[in-house]
């Protein structure tokens, strides 16, 4: 890559010196890296894909990092991140301790802040240009947000009053109308309402030089008819909107014309007041998998993809600007495309505009959110009160399943996780039983709403926390390890989670089983394999004996339990005999049996895939500490609470490196109760006599 144009940049000053064509050069360039980097390493292919020109365009005409270009969500920054001089590291996309999915302000002085949620930025970037204004500084704010993430309430109300401020600063609005699964609602519908019929176009002039030759009447029919056309005009163009809040709307800019970019944008800047550029994109630019699959090729879990030679890749391509569907032909000789469909390294050079079809070898278990979907599916077929609602995350939440089966009592309100709960209580009251499935970060956003609407009501809404735990390449801002600590100070929710995907069915007919919010946390991993079992109602509060032992009482909540298992067969192995306890709810906790269990043992572990501050072990702690108090078998017990650190955000890397660099796989898990014991000084009430090898006679 040395001797290309991506591989000579040292940052983004040095696009000032490039002619247009160069600049569109680059952007083939800066595709080609991006689809063969994310073949390996898994990422956000799509949006990357579609925003190519956009970040070549400010970088060109800003002065980053003087001047601020902000990113939201963040998924759509890989084009920014090899124009700021991340080029040799991009290789460790996603990967520990290698370059962010999302910006990040510790990885380069160009990322403004670490995003990850959509509809974010727009308050970003006003605090940054309010700032600037204040102390009379000179730089320049852009903000690049997505269609979808625009009609997030955070986004409205940033935009009022970046409008009532009169903020000056460019908000480039990318438009490719397809945010992770098709944007929904009315506002979603008004932008994509942008230009006027063709006959509207080529007949208006026509009909103004009518009726300006009507006798008499004609002038003032014709402004009478010109203000009538406005009307329409400002009834159908998204523009009106954005204008009556008070900022100018221009659009719409052909996305991928560098030119358009480079002389719209341009010109913004000169102008004073807040501006939102308006530009139509394609998603998965320059991949055509990517293109007809924007939905599987949006998400870092990516179909399976396979680099073979372009010339293979571009046959029958239409002209597309990255080499994998027809470049110019000096990058052709060299580019790799990426087909889906088969594993890396298989040598096959079928067609590109193939499907993706699903990898046959190594099939793993079902994911906890597909066998959750099922069995709600199930439910739902014999309950007709049951209605799903996500926001925007269908497809990561399995819920477009479900929709297939009731597509009416399915609901997708985009990305509005606040409305999505708040709406589900005002099901609830008629009588109804939602299921709200998002994932557990996105479900921070939406804790007034759990707390006012949900829990304050004491409504039985099912909240389906997906992803909870470790999720991997994401990074910090994806992480679900902050929920139970939230939901666990909350009066009427029930907090649960499963040690395997069979009792993950039985708590979902425990949901529904009772009459208070019910939270149910799952991982993102797959099961363990399990043969079907008929699923039943546990009663809500009630843990599980799965071992009786003298010396030491283990504790869990969720799958990490199989872990907390292995954990006490090792020690077994020196004479430890370890009694363990699944718990099933964090809330309301078993106290009675874990404090039964508890009694006479000097060392109480708690397991969980959580922050550990305020967590399910602090509720096992703060049992045990009241109980002491007034039982004498408890006096000289100890809890060691293992879980995420609290003092740190967890970064991104494949969901086992991260465990074992967080010491929470079996073998980590071990070691910390090793050292428990060896703290405590503890040795096995009946230590196995060693065993001696028969001497020989």
């Known amino acids: 890559m040395s001797d290309s144009i991506l591989g000579r940049l040292r940052g983004p000053v040095d696009l000032k010196g490039l002619s247009e064509a160069q600049l569109a050069q680059l952007a083939t360039e800066i595709r080609e890296t991006i689809i063969t980097t994310v073949a390996t390493t898994g990422g956000h292919l799509g949006s990357s894909l579609g925003v190519v020109e956009i970040a070549i365009a400010l970088h060109r005409l800003l002065d980053s990092p003087r001047d601020r270009i902000v990113w939201d969500t963040g998924h759509q920054a890989y084009a920014h991140k090899l124009l700021t001089g991340r080029l040799e590291r991009f290789g460790t996309l996603r990967q520990i301790n290698g370059i962010g999915g999302f910006p990040r302000r510790s990885e380069s002085e160009h990322d403004v802040f670490d995003g990850g949620h959509a509809g974010t930025g727009l308050s970003i970037a006003e605090g940054l240009a309010s700032a600037r204004d204040i102390r009379h500084g000179s730089e320049r704010i852009a903000v690049v947000v997505g269609d979808a993430a625009l009609m997030t309430g955070l986004s409205l109300e940033a935009l009022n009053d970046i409008g009532h401020r009169q903020t000056p600063m460019l908000i480039v609005l990318n438009d490719n109308e397809m945010s992770i699964s098709a944007t929904v609602g009315a506002f979603s519908t008004y932008l994509s309402k942008i230009k006027l019929s063709g006959a509207w176009q080529s007949s208006k002039h026509a009909w103004d030089g009518v009726v300006r030759r009507i006798p008499v009447v004609g002038p003032s029919a014709l402004m009478w008819s010109q203000r009538l056309r406005r009307s329409v005009v ?69 179909p399976p993809m396979e680099l073979v030679p372009a010339t293979a890749a571009t046959e029958g391509g239409n002209g597309s600007s990255a080499a994998a569907v027809g470049a110019a032909p000096a990058a052709a000789t060299s580019a790799k495309a990426i087909r889906p469909g088969s594993h890396h390294g298989a040598g096959s050079n079928g067609d590109a505009l193939s499907p993706p079809t699903p990898v046959s070898a190594g099939k793993k278990p079902p994911s906890y959110t597909s066998v959750f979907v099922s069995e709600l599916i199930e439910l739902a077929r014999h309950d007709d009160r049951i209605v799903a609602i996500t926001a925007g995350m269908p497809t990561g939440t399995g819920l477009s399943k479900f929709q297939a089966v009731f597509p009416d009592r399915f609901h997708d309100v985009g990305i509005a996780e606040q409305h999505a709960v708040t709406m589900a209580s005002g099901m609830a009251i008629t009588g109804l039983r939602p299921v709200v499935a998002l994932y557990s970060t996105f479900l921070q ?76 946390h799952y991982p993102r991993d797959p099961g363990f394999g399990l043969a079907d079992a008929p699923p039943i109602e546990i009663p809500v509060g009630k843990g599980e004996v799965l071992r009786t032992g003298d010396d030491i009482l283990f504790v869990g909540f969720g799958p990490i339990v199989a872990r907390s298992v292995e954990v006490a067969d090792a020690l077994a192995l020196d004479g430890w005999s370890v009694g363990i306890v699944n718990a099933r709810f964090a809330k309301p906790l078993d106290r009675e049996l874990i404090l039964e269990q508890a009694r006479g043992k000097r060392l109480v572990v708690t397991f969980e895939e959580s922050v550990v501050t305020g967590g399910f072990g602090s509720a096992v702690l703060e049992a045990v500490e009241e109980a002491r108090l007034t039982d004498a078998a408890l006096r000289e017990t100890s809890v060691r609470i293992l879980g995420i650190p609290g003092d740190r955000f967890v970064d991104h890397g494949a969901v086992g490196d991260l465990r074992r660099m967080l010491r929470l796989d079996a073998a980590g898990l071990e070691e910390q109760v090793r050292g428990a014991i060896s703290t405590l000084a503890l040795e096995p009430a009946h230590r196995a006599a060693p065993v001696v090898a028969a001497r020989a006679v």
């Open 234 to 302: 400002n009834l159908a163009s998204p523009g009106q909107l954005f204008e009556d809040l008070g900022i100018t709307y221009i659009g719409v800019i052909p996305g991928h014309d560098i030119h358009a970019l480079l002389q719209t944008f341009g010109r913004v800047f000169e102008l004073k007041g807040p501006t939102i550029v308006h530009v139509r994109t394609q998603k998965g630019r320059g991949y055509k998998p990517a293109e007809k699959d924007q939905v599987s090729f949006h998400g870092a879990a990516l």
């Open 445 to 520: 956003r939406a804790f007034d709403q759990t707390v006012h609407d949900v829990c304050q009501n004491d409504l039985p809404v099912l909240l389906a926390v997906d992803r909870a735990g470790l999720v991997g390449e994401d990074g910090t801002s994806h992480q679900g390890m902050f929920t139970i600590p939230a939901q666990r100070q909350l009066p009427y929710l029930v907090l649960a989670s499963p040690k395997d995907e069979q009792e993950l069915r039985s708590l979902v007919h425990t949901a529904f089983a009772q009459e208070h919010p019910f939270a149910l």
